[in-house]
């Protein structure tokens, strides 16, 4: 080994060191994936590296250490996230896609294959793109549309859209406003909106409360103010017994399919996420 050049080992046990005696969550974690991302290996291989990193890579490593430090989290700082068979690129207009949205994809994919796995799809508050381009990417055949409020994070979408080789129709619009080339087409609606309650936005993580944008979070003062206008604003939109695939915050699932039976859409049920918490509800419109 050269000598003042640190091995990847020293640099990673360096990292986690200073990483546990600031109080940084998932220390290990953190310095372990931002290494091995930078250095294109697999976690595992970190310990096994027997060429010594370059000068370069140890600033850069150093850099995002010090941006870790500062509750910046591990896919902002390396500009993307893994989500499903997807690599997302994501900036500050966008949500970090969570592993917990993995499973909405999956009870969106059910009532796609329900329908013979070609139908119309509308994904509200699309953020990176994660529902509407796996979907696209998952169930080729279907014809899937996106909105958001935000022009930063369409833009993301749509890159990550044709990073993925997927043909996704990405619209700026207020939820599901002017959208009249839809009208009565939608088979699947599916969202992930913001549903924190605002007043427990100052009370999140660091990583979430000054790094996500709050757009993306705030769901007014009881968190349900978004499932109340998708039920009332995009019935127009959806087509008899369109399914209706919705994520939401621990605890919200039975108000949220309440706040559904008031405006007309039967119950089909909840699923599960990987920690066991309700995490998506499904409806059904018009069925009655
Ligand atoms: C919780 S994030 C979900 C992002 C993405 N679907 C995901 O699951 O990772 C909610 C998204 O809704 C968008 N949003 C907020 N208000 C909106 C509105 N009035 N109309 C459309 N999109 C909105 C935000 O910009 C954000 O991208």
Known sequence: MQIGVPSAR????DAVEELQSAGIPEAKASAEVLLAELLGVRRSELALLKEPVTGKQAELYEDW???RKKRETVQR???YAYFRNLRLELDEHTLIPRTDTESVVAAALEAVDRRGGSCRVLDLGTGTGAIAVSIAQERP????HATDSSEGALKI??????RSGVEIRFHRADLASDLDGLLGSVEVLVSNPPYVRRADIP?????????DPHVALDGGPDGLDFYRRIFAESSPLLAERADVV?????????????LGRCAGYDILGTHRDLTGARRTVRLRWGSG
């Open 10 to 13: 020293r640099l990673v046990q």
């Open 65 to 67: 250490i010090s941006r």
């Open 77 to 79: 700082i390396l500009g």
């Open 141 to 144: 055949s279907c014809d899937v």
């Open 157 to 162: 979408a749509r890159r990550n859209a044709e």
């Open 203 to 211: 009370k999140l993580a660091p990583e979430v409360r000054d790094w």
């Open 246 to 258: 919705l994520e939401v915050g621990d605890d919200q699932a039975k108000a949220v399919l309440e």
